[in-house]
T-cell receptor, first 115, second 110 residues
């Protein structure tokens, strides 16, 4: 089974802290994604990457950055955490067929609370 | 750009059928369906790539009408285990950019 592992299930951070969320996948997938999920707003794409060292902005990239130095690892960085970044963060990976994504495999999520 | 799902919520008794719809204002290249149970990550159910294609297994199937830019998920003879929130996801050919619908909450009762 494809496995996507997120380093933390729950995190509590203070406003202004720099926060790192780590994600590792074990199936050699080209594509990796970071979403945040909030009640009533669904899943919103923050950043994605379709290759090592490549990154593309999603719909809500402000306040976030990402790093993909190795194919299996995709990190989300909150440069200076704010309370409006309190959310569930979901990492996902997918294989690429041509120019389309095959089904996403999601990690179990990191529930981040910024106080 | 986000696809629109309907209905927002459904309550069923075990054994009843349900249909969840997903539509887009833009031309679609593919449609995915996912189910998320409370407190868990979404799980991939199926992908539809061709117009008019219907896929599925057991009692969950889906159709994709490329011309109408719509997809429907069919749950027949629902079971308690079908409860959860169902999301469609659509890709419009922008390389790797993908949009999820807002979700349909399905509650199957005994």
């Amino acid at each position: 089974d494809v496995k996507v592992t997120q380093s933390s299930r729950y995190l509590v951070k203070r406003t202004g802290e720099k926060v790192f969320l780590e994600c590792v996948q074990d199936m050699d997938h080209e594509n990796m994604f970071w979403y945040r999920q909030d009640p009533g707003l669904g899943l919103r794409l923050i950043y994605f990457s379709y290759d090592v060292k490549m990154k593309e902005k999603g719909d809500i990239p402000e306040g976030y950055s990402v790093s993909r130095e190795k194919k299996e690892r995709f990190s989300l960085i909150l440069e200076s955490a704010s309370t409006n970044q309190t959310s569930m963060y979901l990492c996902a990976s997918s294989a690429r067929i041509g120019t389309t994504n095959y089904g996403y495999t999601f990690g179990s999520g990191t529930r981040l609370t910024v106080v | 750009q986000q696809p629109v799902q309907s209905p927002q919520a459904v309550i069923l008794r075990e054994g009843e059928d349900a249909v969840i719809n997903c539509s887009s204002s833009k031309a679609l290249y593919s449609v995915h369906w996912y189910r998320q149970k409370h407190g868990e990550a979404p799980v991939f159910l199926m992908i539809l790539l061709k117009g008019g294609e219907q896929k599925g297994h057991e009692k969950i199937s889906a159709s994709f009408n490329e011309k109408k830019q719509q997809s429907s998920l069919y749950l027949t003879a629902s079971q308690l285990s079908y409860s959860g929130t169902y999301f469609c996801g659509t890709e419009r050919g922008n390389f790797n950019k993908f949009y999820f619908g807002s979700g349909t909450k399905l509650n199957v009762k005994p």
